[in-house]
Structure formats: structure tokens, C-alpha cells
């Protein structure tokens, strides 16, 4: 199975934009359904971003229009492109991956990152 590393993460002001990156290493992630989640301080682990393997994708609706999510299969790597950053975006960003099929996503995420921060000053 991969084993996932993400980076990218920053602080930057309300506004700006941070790309994060998630590089996998492993066989097989071309055939992986991954996404992002964030974990606020004091919160809950949201799902905030995913990609079926077959390229269909699913945002929650926080982020729509602003986050951009991608899959690279032959770089082996994970992006979410988040731009007009908002102060409650601040979270610690995971990205995970999961096998079979769910439109949009994953049915369960079984392999997780280990996070990267993203802080966002109003």
C-alpha cells in the first residue's frame, strides 16, 4: 500500500493562498481514491476536498469555488490548491487514501498523512 506525506503548508494572510501537496510512495496510487480533510483547534476532523479514481471530485461546500483539488498519477502526488484563504480555514491539513469506489470520494480512508499546518491571519 502507499504510505502519504503531505507539505505545503504556511501561514499566510486572509486573501492569500497556500498549495499543499501530498506525495505517495508505493505501488499502485493510480488506482487509490484519496482526499483532504482539516482539524480546526478544539474541533472536528472535516473531510474538505476528494477525488474518485476516476477523476470525479467533491468539496464541501465551505470551500467550493475557492479550494481546487488534483491528482497526479504520474507524479504520485496529491494537491489542493486553496486560494482566498479565510481566517477559519486555519487547520491542520491531512490527506488520505482509500481503495474501491464511491462517486467523488472514497467509501472509507484507510491510509492517512501525518499532516501539515495552515494558519490564516485576518
Known amino acids: 500500500q502507499v504510505q502519504l506525506v503531505e507539505s505545503g503548508g504556511g501561514s499566510v494572510q486572509a486573501g492569500g493562498s497556500l498549495r499543499l501537496s501530498c506525495a505517495a510512495s508505493?505501488?499502485?496510487?493510480?488506482?487509490?481514491?484519496m482526499g483532504w480533510f482539516r482539524q480546526p483547534p478544539g474541533k472536528e476532523r472535516e473531510r474538505v476536498a476528494a477525488v474518485d479514481r476516476l477523476g470525479f471530485t467533491n468539496y464541501t461546500d465551505s470551500v467550493m469555488g475557492r479550494f481546487t483539488i488534483s491528482k497526479d498519477n504520474a507524479k504520485n502526488t496529491l494537491y489542493l490548491q486553496m486560494d482566498r484563504l479565510m481566517p477559519e480555514d486555519a487547520a491542520v491539513y491531512y490527506c488520505?487514501?482509500?481503495?474501491?469506489?464511491?462517486?467523488?470520494?472514497?467509501?472509507?480512508?484507510?491510509?492517512w498523512g501525518q499532516g501539515t499546518q495552515a494558519t490564516v491571519s485576518s
Open positions: 488520505a487514501a482509500g481503495r474501491g469506489y464511491a462517486l467523488g470520494g472514497c467509501p472509507e480512508y484507510t491510509i
Open positions: 508505493g505501488y499502485g496510487f493510480v488506482f487509490y481514491c
